[in-house]
């Protein structure tokens, strides 16, 4: 049976959890909900930056100004499509960090773009060593 192979980058951020391989990530880079590496980019007025499913979750559950601590993410109502956004420019540079496979016994590391590929090859399974 063939495994799932990603149809996308987004696809690809949603289906694995990925460890960073980057030092100097940066918080631009990084949802203010989650924590995680952006999936999907969106930015507020108040320049916090969110995944799209947890800043849509976050506003269907009633909250109104964003989570990010600063004095600014208390000053408008989050409301998207106005003070919340896409940002097409973070989710460029989120395929460009460096990543390693989400296979444990795999050593493989790469850009988010390059992994679609090796994920393609990759069994995600442990492999018993043919040398011994």
């Known amino acids: 049976m063939a495994k799932p192979v990603p149809e996308n980058i987004q696809t690809l951020l949603s289906m694995f959890k990925f460890d960073i391989d980057d030092d100097c990530i940066n918080e631009d880079l990084t949802c203010t909900i989650c924590k995680n590496l952006l999936h999907d980019a969106y930015q507020s007025t108040c320049d916090c930056k ?39 420019f973070l989710n460029k540079k989120v395929l460009k960090v460096r990543v390693r496979c989400p296979n444990e016994f795999c050593q493989f590391t790469s850009t988010l773009t390059q992994m679609e590929d090796h994920l393609r090859v990759c069994s995600l399974q442990p492999m018993e060593c043919p040398y011994t």
């Open 50 to 88: 969110y995944c799209r499913k947890c800043i849509v979750s976050y506003i269907n559950d009633g909250n109104e100004y964003c989570p990010g601590g600063k004095e600014e993410c208390c000053e408008d109502l989050l409301v998207l499509d106005e003070r919340v956004f896409p940002n097409t």
